[in-house]
T-cell receptor
Framework: GQQVMQIPQYQHVQEGEDFTTYCNSS?????IQWYKQRPGGHPVFLIQ?????EVKKQKRLTFQFGEAKKNSSLHITATQTTDVGTYFCAVSSGNTGKLIFGQGTTLQVKP | DAGVTQSPTHLIKTRGQQVTLRCSPI?????VSWYQQVLGQGPQFIFQ???????GRGNFPDRFSARQFPNYSSELNVNALLLGDSALYLC????????????FGSGTRLTVV
């Protein structure tokens, strides 16, 4: 079945440093979604990318969808302690409503 | 507007017992999905219901079942609980399809002892 691999699994950064997580697939993706889950919380939808080469920005967050639609990245500029959490990429599968989640990247930010 | 609400928030059950988890979607959302999240992993898809019909089922045993009611709320039932069923169970609602992103509830933390 379809899988998405997410790296790295963990990332520790100093506050103010940048952070990037990557999501890769061996098959072409119709779309990709990104979610953030704070410690002890639930996933919160951040964004969806659909078009090849698409780039979207939300304040300090930049989301990219690869030209071949097989990979995606989330980049955070100048991390803050409020960015702490696990970031998941997810792919929707057909019309079943099924989301396939990556393993997640857990971000720790040292103040 | 209320978000996705789930009950109960925490639950402790004994092996072999049965459990029912409840979810109320955002008003106007007709799609409800259930996910299981084991500690340290991403959520795993269990079921999706749209307009009271099952639209998708994940790779879970028949001990797991669900239904959606006329008001679009949903229940997830798990029979013959195993220790491995201990997890956070998340409900998510969407207005149409997953293409618009899902809103997740806070989840039910199930512990099987």
């Amino acid at each position: 079945g379809q899988q998405v691999m997410q790296i790295p699994q963990y990332q520790h950064v100093q506050e103010g440093e940048d952070f990037t997580t990557y999501c890769n697939s061996s098959t072409t993706l119709s779309n990709i979604q990104w979610y953030k889950q704070r410690p002890g919380g639930h996933p919160v939808f951040l964004i969806q990318l659909v078009k090849s080469g698409e780039v979207k920005k939300q304040k300090r967050l930049t989301f990219q969808f690869g030209e071949a639609k097989k990979n995606s990245s989330l980049h955070i500029t100048a991390t803050q302690t409020t960015d702490v959490g696990t970031y998941f990429c997810a792919v929707s599968s057909g019309n079943t409503g099924k989301l396939i989640f990556g393993q997640g990247t857990t971000l720790q930010v040292k103040p | 507007d209320a978000g996705v609400t789930q009950s109960p928030t925490h639950l402790i059950k004994t092996r072999g017992q049965q459990v029912t988890l409840r979810c109320s979607p955002i008003s106007g959302h007709k799609s409800v999905s259930w996910y299981q999240q084991v500690l340290g992993q991403g959520p795993q898809f269990i079921f999706q219901y749209y307009e009271k019909e099952e639209r998708g089922r994940g790779n879970f045993p028949d001990r797991f079942s669900a239904r959606q009611f006329p008001n679009y709320s949903s229940e997830l039932n798990v029979n013959a609980l195993l220790l491995g069923d201990s997890a956070l169970y998340l409900c998510a609602s969407s207005s149409r399809s997953s293409l618009y992103g899902y809103t997740f509830g806070s989840g039910t933390r199930l512990t099987v002892v």
